[in-house]
């Protein structure tokens, strides 16, 4: 399963979720839905645009937690 941290990422650079969805043009709704984890995938132009928002690398972002690790 890919996990997404998105949330954490934000907190740590102190951006909330209406200012990103604007830098990154996404509506609030679908940067929401990525957020909460609840997205079933994520177009590479948007993830480029979240980490250059964000100044971070996809792997902050992504992380691959395994089914196991899961229970």
Do not use: H, W
Not at 59 to 68: F, H, M, N, P
Request: net charge negative; aromatic share 2%; with cysteine.
């Amino acid at each position: 399963m890919i996990l997404v941290n998105l949330d954490v990422v934000m907190a740590q650079r102190k951006i909330g979720l209406t200012e990103l969805a604007e830098q990154v043009d996404l509506t609030m709704a679908n940067l929401s839905i990525l957020k909460n984890n609840k997205a079933k995938a994520i177009r590479f132009s948007t993830l480029e645009a979240i980490c250059k928002a964000l100044n971070c690398q996809p792997g902050e972002i992504l992380e691959y937690v395994s089914d196991e690790e899961e229970r």
